[in-house]
């Protein structure tokens, strides 16, 4: 075997909050030779691309951050309790130029494939401008959902207006006055996005084919005396949000919902409407994600808000869920999104009941056997999640074997770190790890500091070649799925079963451990403490 020196210690693709952070640990904690590529023209990742109207994160914006650069959470101020994105897009600018982190990220680059080469124990990454450099280590940092999902519909080129999705909306922003609109799509991205694009657009059409239970975000200024004790609170914060289930600071309630009283759950589900936020979905009785029973006294607490809040009837049943159970689909936050349907501007055309979209038209869109006419089409129709971005780089692990033959029944992965098969790869948020169950950079700090750390271990130790074994791979195949079987998360035909785009292989995609990222850290920890258990080294 030979060693031969690679171009980098390491190659980071993508430079989203996970590829700033890795490029940060490996060149400044562990001194490397490290070279990010970036497919944007700056920083950013998710943040870059999804411009939509309305978009912002769903998590606090206090969480929602760095937490090693203990002075900037100091100093940087939130201008409201969700960051939107242009906000979080300036915060990442600002963390790449204090940390000097964009000298060593390559812009404009996509990674269009990569070999393993087995005899140097290092990869050929490929560049879309024609280059090849070699790398000891590959890491992905390429988001979770950044691979766009648009539907084949048929006829899309025959259409003689715009469209756009929203993953990858124009830098110049859409001026949507006095347009005719469709929005595709029912999601956490449509739930932001149609409220404001009903503020602006002449007449908006919404064509659903799931309805979704939304909770209100109650964004909005943040009162600056919880602003101040958090700030003196931080390391306490880092703390609980490192240990928590979900990266935030939300607790289910230790009971069950089916031993309260009708009066005692109405008043905690009241109390976390009013919170807003997540509460509802993460800081609910302990059994909902659990009984069928318990959750559909959850649920219909919330159909009763719709009923309430949608003035007509009929678009109220429209819009109330049917078929799976509350929280087994992503929670979008709203602002107005049920009050939107009752503008006289808005239309909601639902798959179940009016028909569902046959195609696009040179005019519009053909649904139910009736023409609609626009001169916008978004699709809100979200992404090949989590395995779509790495099945998009073209990697060759090793004997030229690609993702698509080592996943054809849906992902396999050691820890959602690493793949067998795949040796020096190791994937950020990757499928199988808690990751978009979590406020995501909490799940990207414990990826990069395991990596990082582990990088360092292989350094030390002269090691240049690690690979998850087949076993330890499949065992943890096995736990994944074991235990979302217990859960109601099956029923549900979301993304995170795979099940939004046709023909993907039906698995769940994310890892629901018993005690959430934070169990899954000390899970991980562990595995190192043990010399990197369950991989090979040499
Ligand atoms: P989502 O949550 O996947 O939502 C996409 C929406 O588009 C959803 O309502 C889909 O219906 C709908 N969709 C997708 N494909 C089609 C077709 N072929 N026909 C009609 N409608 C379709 O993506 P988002 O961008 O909203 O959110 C993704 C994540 O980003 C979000 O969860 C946050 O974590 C951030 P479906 O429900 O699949 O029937």
Known sequence: MTTTSPDFDAVVIGAGFSGLHMLKLLRDKLGLRVRAYE??????????????????????????CFTWDK??????????????????????????????????????????????????????VHLSGGETVTARHLITAVGTLSATNLPPFKGVERFKGRWYHTSRFPQTGVDFTAKRVAVIGTGATAVQAIPEIAQQAKHVTVFQRTANYCVPARNGKVDPELVKARKADYDGIVKRIRESFFGQEHYFIPKSVLETTPE??????????????????????QDMFFSQEANDLIADYLKRKIRNTVKDPVVAEKLIPKGHPYGTKRQPLDTNYYETFNKDNVL????????????????????GGKDYEFDIIVFATGFDAMTGPLKALNLKGRGGRTLDEVWADGPHTYLGLSIAGFPNLFTITGPQSPSVLTNMPVAIEQHVEWISDCIDHLRNSGSTRIEATPDAQEQWVAHVNEIVSMTLMPKANSWYMSANIAGKPRAFLPYLGPEGVGGYRKKCDEIAAKGYEGFTLA
């Not at 999804?50 to 914006?61: K, M």
């Not at 005692?264 to 009785?285: H, V």
Request: hydrophobic share 35%; proline share 2%; aromatic share 16%.
């Open 71 to 124: 002075q900037l959470l100091q100093e940087w101020e939130w201008s409201e309790r969700y960051p939107e994105q242009p906000e979080i897009l300036r915060y990442l600018e600002h963390v790449a130029d204090r940390h000097d982190l964009k000298r060593d990220i390559q812009f404009n680059t996509r990674v269009t494939g990569a070999e393993f080469d087995e005899e140097d124990n290092l990869w050929r």
């Open 39 to 64: 497919e944007g023209n700056t920083v950013g990742g998710t943040w870059y691309w999804n411009r939509y109207p309305g978009a912002r994160c769903d998590s606090d914006s206090y969480i929602y």
């Open 348 to 367: 909601l055309v639902d798959a179940a009941t009016d028909g569902g979209i046959e195609e696009i038209t040179e005019k519009g869109i053909r649904a």
């Open 264 to 285: 005692e759950r109405e008043r905690e589900f009241d109390r976390m409407w009013d919170a807003g936020g997540f509460a509802f979905w993460l800081a609910n009785y």
